[in-house]
């Protein structure tokens, strides 16, 4: 499993124009599924991403969790984290996890992250979406889950 996380001052995700996701300060996240990731796989990618020391404290040092900080969180899922460069002009996409298998685990995703007590707003799952920010910092991290 393969998460983009950037730190926001707010995002959001349409749909055709229609908003379907929005949150002020927290975590946008992108989420890859592949074709060997379980449950186990993203309990362990919620956590991280929740208790990911990536917000300033009193001195400005990365030492709040987006839970310390109370943050909001957007989580879009994103098959293309799986696209293989390494050939050719075109990706591959031979270890995304099939949508079927993906849409399970990403909606369970959201699941884990509101069960943590984060508002989570999240996009449509297989739609073209469009998504907006404010990146804080920049601050963008990758996180693959441990194989």
Request: a neutral charge; proline letters at 3%.
């Amino acid at each position: 499993m393969r998460a983009l996380i950037q730190r926001v001052r707010s995002a959001k995700v349409e749909v055709g124009s229609q908003c379907v996701g929005e949150i002020g300060f927290g975590l946008l996240t992108f989420l890859g599924v592949s074709q060997n990731d379980t449950e186990k796989d993203l309990q362990w990618m919620i956590d991280k991403i929740l208790n990911l020391r990536i917000f300033e404290d009193q001195n400005k040092k990365m030492n709040l969790s987006l839970l310390d900080a109370k943050g909001e969180h957007l989580l879009v899922s994103q098959f293309t984290l799986y696209g293989d460069t390494s050939q050719g002009r075109r990706p591959g996409f031979v270890e995304a996890a099939r949508p079927e298998q993906a849409r399970i685990l990403y909606e369970k995703g959201i699941a884990l992250s509101q069960s943590a007590g984060v508002k989570t707003a999240h996009g449509v799952f297989q739609a073209h979406m469009q998504v907006s920010l404010i990146n804080d910092g920049p601050t963008t991290f990758w996180v693959e889950s441990p194989r």
